[in-house]
């Protein structure tokens, strides 16, 4: 396999089905790889680490987006505006007070109402004439989850899903026309929606404490965020929220179907469930690419890259670098240790990271529970975006 012409713009044959094959190539054959002039693709988990710890890289994409999504565009606003794609001092300000809705205390709160959640899914499963575990289950937890954090009515939730995928679907390496115009047209739904509600929020606040649109409408000692911000970075919670914790159960339940002794093994001993969530996390990393651009020069393997460059950091690859994981294309559910970067590193490191472990070890505990004998029912369908890795559909017998 010949890595040297690889391009995210034109991926080869069978990629978005089993990138790992190309993955390996390019670690051993170019893994700082170039994409373009002045934009590269790394490969091993020493150089991607690298940039996540380094100070002189950026998250800000205007320069990258406007081109790309149209300068000025709904879509280009959203992710420019949001926590993942800004730099300090607006990084610093909105993590911190999102950090602080989503502290421990928040956490172990949620957790009896989604094991009710998950519950109530697989109640429901049993009466599904055909069981899908994406549109049946995993697609519906983070809607729930990130709704009932915003206090979004539950009749209202309705076009939050769908809003969130149009929008991330910009993110590709090169989205067309097909992809940017459904795209606008959520941002600005949404931003309608959400004046609305924040509108009913401020005349009937929430309790700060469990309610998280109202604590970012107090903000914290140190400030508040301004209405856009504001209104861009619960679009942001959604989308983060959605993206990583449906693909993290979704890919989990396709790796343990595909790998039949560790389902059989997680079954015998559900005290597994911690360890085998971060193992499905390296093995089929939700985000496969993240992106960042080099402020000044960034040494890399055996090179310096120049500022100004564009820099792809491949999550997917890193996690599967025989460098760092002993036997890595193996699945292995109590492997330790397992320091993987599927949530990232440094200050860019996913906000709500513990939220999405809790959901996925309860999801993945309670439907292996519940169905232990759970088995394929026809081949499942995957998503065809480059930088998430997940499925549209999982059809299961229980």
């Known amino acids: 396999m010949d890595a040297g012409a690889f391009s995210l713009a034109a ?68 992710h420019t505006t949001s926590l993942v794609f800004s730099d300090p001092p607006l990084h610093t300000r909105v993590r911190r007070i999102l950090m602080g809705a989503l502290n421990q205390r928040a956490i172990t709160r949620m957790e009896p109402g989604l094991l009710a959640l998950v519950d109530t899914l697989l109640d429901r499963l049993a009466d599904e004439p055909a069981p899908d575990l994406i549109e049946h289950f995993a697609a519906q937890i983070p809607v729930e989850v990130i709704g009932n954090l915003l206090d979004v009515p539950h009749a209202e939730r309705g076009p939050l899903r769908e809003w969130s995928l149009a929008i991330l679907s910009a993110l590709e390496p090169v989205p067309g026309p097909e992809v940017l115009t459904p795209a606008n047209a959520a941002v600005t739904e949404f931003l309608a929606y959400l004046q609305d509600l924040l509108a009913r929020r401020r005349a009937r606040p929430g309790d700060p404490e469990s309610d998280v649109l109202t604590r970012l409408l107090q903000g914290d000692a140190q400030g508040s965020l301004s209405e856009r911000e504001l209104m861009h970075n619960c679009i942001f919670l959604l989308n983060a929220g959605h993206e990583t914790t449906s693909n993290l159960i979704g890919n989990g339940l396709d790796a343990l179907l595909s790998h039949r002794d560790q389902l059989d093994r997680l079954v015998a001993e ?39 460059s564009f820099i792809t950091l491949c999550i997917g690859a890193a996690n599967r670098d025989p460098a760092v994981f002993d036997d890595p294309e193996r699945l292995d559910l109590g492997r330790r240790p397992n320091n993987h970067l599927a949530f990232g590193q440094g200050a860019h490191a996913c906000s709500g990271m513990n939220v999405a472990r809790l959901e ?24 065809l975006r480059l930088r998430f890795r997940g499925l549209r559909t999982l059809p299961v017998a229980l």
């Open 270 to 308: 559900p005290a597994l469930i911690a360890s085998a969530v971060e193992e499905l996390l390296r093995y089929e990393s939700p985000l496969q690419l993240n992106n960042r651009r080099a402020t000044a020069p960034v040494a890399i393997s055996d090179r310096v890259l120049p500022a100004g």
């Open 11 to 78: 991926p080869p044959a069978g990629f978005i089905a089993d990138p790992y094959p190309w993955y390996a190539a390019l670690r051993r054959q170019s893994p700082v790889h170039p994409l373009g002039e002045h934009s590269v693709l790394l490969t091993r988990y020493d150089d991607v680490l690298a940039v996540y710890r380094s100070a002189d890289v950026s998250s800000d994409k205007q320069l990258e987006f406007g081109p790309k999504l149209g300068a000025g565009s709904p879509i280009y606003e959203h």
């Open 360 to 383: 996925g070890r309860i999801a993945i505990g309670r439907l292996l529970a519940r169905y232990p004998r759970l088995q394929r029912r026809g081949p499942p369908q995957r998503d």
